[in-house]
């Protein structure tokens, strides 16, 4: 058996579709954000435009969040020194969790190292602890939600993006004495649009389903606290459980889900991803728990970025440029091509000091890649036109279309 020689092959079927990952070497320059340091060439670092990043309203560097950090540092030391049912629960978990269960609306949350283990663990421990539960999943579940289903060996029914007669064609066909858990995301990241989450519970409730919504992409960022989509459209007392990432418009690390206490019991009590692992740092927990509660009171960070959002696709469309139809602060270009999309975005970086990861198969299906611009309360009119300008100077000399 030649071990290398199949390790190199599935390398070069990489190489060969155009999609393989090369991570771009960067700093960011705290109190700048966008702008960072990249390590790609041999002259030092180059100052770059970072129009990719998750940190979606730049938390990671809000004075709040790096302060509690310090503080939590140089009082309690760097790591929580074990799980959280052997010495690692630290009063910051306590109080992080009676934070995110206030947010949503729950009696009760759960802190998990990274929202793709609350995805994985919670959702492969409720599918073993219902007997013959049968799961219904959105087509464009992220690769979590889908890893968390398959674990726990729940029959799966995939209902069509967002599409509410298929997903009751699917319940209706399902025995009405069966479990049923419905698992949708409210903001689909690579699209950009949303979930119409009270239509969703409406057919929960006719059916007698749970449900289970990743609102990965939205809390922080929508809902007058930051509670997500399920706050911003009054629901999110329907639903059963939500979970959320610390991650992205937190800006800082780990994930959670919010629910009745009996259901956080049961996955504290029986999901392995919770139970047999250590806990997350209480420096990372309590700059959590400092953006967490900013965003609670604070609107003004998720305004400016709706406000850049709705910019910059209006600038883009007016550029002819193939922007998709998100109503999110999502803003998708689509190219269509991996080998397309990878070299546009290493000309963005190598000219123009733009920062932007090509998105390919399998994050979204093929012949969908595209370039997917995250624009925060923090980028400028002038970096948008910049960018825009060098998008169709890119698009012409790559003799791609654009529109009239
Ligand atoms: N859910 C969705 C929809 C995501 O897009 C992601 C990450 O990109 C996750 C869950 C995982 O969250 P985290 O990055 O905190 O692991």
């Known amino acids: ?113 990274s929202g793709y283990i609350s995805n994985e663990a919670t959702l492969s ?83 007698n389903a749970i449900t289970y919504l990743d609102e990965v992409h939205a809390v922080g960022m929508y809902g007058s606290h930051g509670g997500g989509i399920s706050e911003r459209d009054g629901v999110a007392e329907r639903l059963t459980i939500i979970e959320g990432t610390l991650g992205k418009a937190f800006g800082v690390m780990g994930g959670y889900i919010a629910a009745d206490r009996n259901i956080i019991d049961v996955v504290r009590s029986y999901a392995p991803g919770f139970i047999f692992t250590t806990s997350l740092s209480p420096v990372l927990v309590a700059g959590a728990l400092a953006s967490v509660r900013h965003l609670k009171k604070s609107s003004e960070e998720r305004e400016a970025q709706q406000a850049n959002a709705a910019r910059l696709k209006a600038i883009f469309a007016d550029a002819g440029l193939p922007v998709m139809p998100s109503t999110t602060h999502i803003v998708p270009l689509m190219v269509g091509d991996p080998v397309r999309a990878k070299k546009i975005s290493d000309i963005l970086l190598a000219e123009y000091g733009v920062y932007v990861q090509p998105i390919n198969y399998p994050t979204v299906p093929r012949g969908t890649e595209r370039l997917r611009f995250t624009p925060g309360p923090s980028h400028s009119e002038e970096m948008m036109h910049a960018l825009a300008s060098a998008l169709v100077e890119i698009w012409d000399r790559m003799e791609m279309r654009l529109a009239a």
Request: with cysteine.
């Open 125 to 207: 421990t409720l599918g073993k602890i219902l007997p013959g539960c049968v799961i219904f999943s959105d087509e464009l579940n992220h690769a979590s939600m889908i890893a968390g289903i398959r674990t726990s060996g729940c029959e799966k029914r995939v209902f069509r993006h967002n599409d509410l007669v298929h997903l009751e064609e699917l319940l209706a066909a399902t025995p009405a004495d069966v479990p049923k858990l419905i698992a949708f995301e409210s903001v689909y990241s690579m699209d950009g649009d949303i979930a119409p989450i009270g239509a969703i519970c409406d057919l929960a409730d006719k059916y």
């Open 1 to 113: 058996m030649n071990y290398q020689k199949i390790f190199a092959q599935a390398i070069d079927r990489l190489h060969a579709e155009g999609r393989y990952r090369v991570f771009i070497d960067i700093l960011r320059n705290k109190g700048n954000f966008p702008d960072a340091r990249c390590f790609a060439g041999h002259n030092g670092p180059k100052p770059i435009v970072v129009w990719c990043s998750n940190d979606y309203l730049a938390m990671g560097q809000h004075p709040d969040v790096i302060a509690a950090m310090e503080t939590t540092l140089h009082d309690v030391g760097a790591g929580s020194g074990g799980t959280r049912n052997i010495g690692g629960n630290t009063h910051y978990h306590v109080e992080l969790e009676a934070e995110l269960a206030d947010l949503h609306g729950k009696e009760a949350a759960l802190l998990f190292t």
